[in-house]
Each structure stands twice: as structure tokens, then as C-alpha cells.
């Protein structure tokens, strides 16, 4: 997998701290992934662990801290390591 495969995509925490919590963030995810979740309906697991069925729009919600820092740190890795 390529980081260049790596798209957001709105959906819940793992653990909602207070009501509404559960659709907040934006998730790092692959892209092959999210295509096939929308039309199939499969689930789909970010960077951060999550694991749902893709249907809302990124756009409107943060990035999830956790996917960004895993995605940061690989990106460091990888420059690191060419």
C-alpha cells in the first residue's frame, strides 16, 4: 500500500467521551477501501484502528488525531528511509 493510497473519510470514534461525539472526526483510510465500502457496503479500517462502513462526507468533520499521527510518522519514516 502506497501512503499515496491514503484518502479521509467522516466517520465515528472508537469510544464516544459525550453525545454526539460519535461522528466528529475525519479517518485516513485507503482509497481502493472507501470505493468499496460506499457501493458494497464492506467496512472499511483507518490508520487509527476503526473499523465502519463508509457514508458520510469528509469534509465536514477534523482530522482524526490518531490517523494523523500514524500518517506522519510514516510519512517521517519513509523520508528517512529513501
Known amino acids: 500500500m502506497s501512503m499515496l493510497d491514503i484518502i479521509e473519510d467522516a466517520t465515528t470514534i472508537l469510544a464516544p467521551q459525550e453525545p454526539g461525539d460519535h461522528d466528529r472526526f475525519s479517518h485516513y483510510v485507503r482509497k481502493e477501501d ?10 472499511v479500517t483507518a490508520l487509527c484502528g476503526k473499523t465502519w462502513v463508509a457514508n ?6 477534523p482530522v482524526c488525531p490518531d490517523c494523523k499521527a500514524v500518517f506522519e510518522d510514516d510519512q517521517k519514516f519513509l523520508g528517512s528511509n529513501l
Open 34 to 43: 472507501i470505493i468499496r465500502s460506499t457501493f458494497d457496503s464492506v467496512p
Open 56 to 61: 458520510k462526507s469528509p469534509e465536514k468533520y
